[in-house]
């Protein structure tokens, strides 16, 4: 069973920085395709950011473009996302999610980490 583990999260004030780590076990790390996902409570759960198999091809959704940066270390399994500049908006349940390279599906998820930005 493939895990996926998160840490890093915490309380921070507005525009301080967290880097978000997700490690993951028993799987083929650098076969999966990996990105990071975040729910505020009463909503949705939102993409945030993706990264290709290699980290050579990277995405993240407007909101964060500038602010947050998504990379890998395949040596270590773990995908990271670095967030600058938080704003209070950033407040949600941080999960990062995998999924083979060939498929639109992600198909392991991680329990999630706490992120809470205070003004």
């Known amino acids: 069973q493939v895990q996926l583990v998160e840490s890093g999260g915490g309380l921070v004030q507005a525009g301080d920085s967290l880097r978000l780590s997700c490690t993951v076990s028993?799987?083929?790390?650098?076969?999966?395709?990996m990105g990071w996902f975040r729910q505020a409570p009463g909503k949705e759960r939102e993409f945030v950011a993706r990264?290709?198999?290699?980290?050579?091809?990277?995405y993240a959704t407007d909101s964060v473009k500038g602010r947050f940066t998504i990379s890998r270390d395949n040596a270590k399994n773990t995908v990271y996302l670095q967030m600058n500049s938080l704003k209070p908006e950033d407040t949600a349940l941080y999960y990062c999610?995998?999924?083979?390279?060939?498929?639109?599906?992600?198909?392991?998820w991680g329990q999630g980490t706490q992120v809470t930005v205070s003004l």
């Open positions: 999610a995998g999924r083979w390279y060939w498929k639109n599906n992600y198909d392991y």
């Open positions: 028993r799987g083929t790390f650098n076969s999966y395709n």
């Open positions: 990264i290709s198999r290699t980290g050579t091809a990277t």
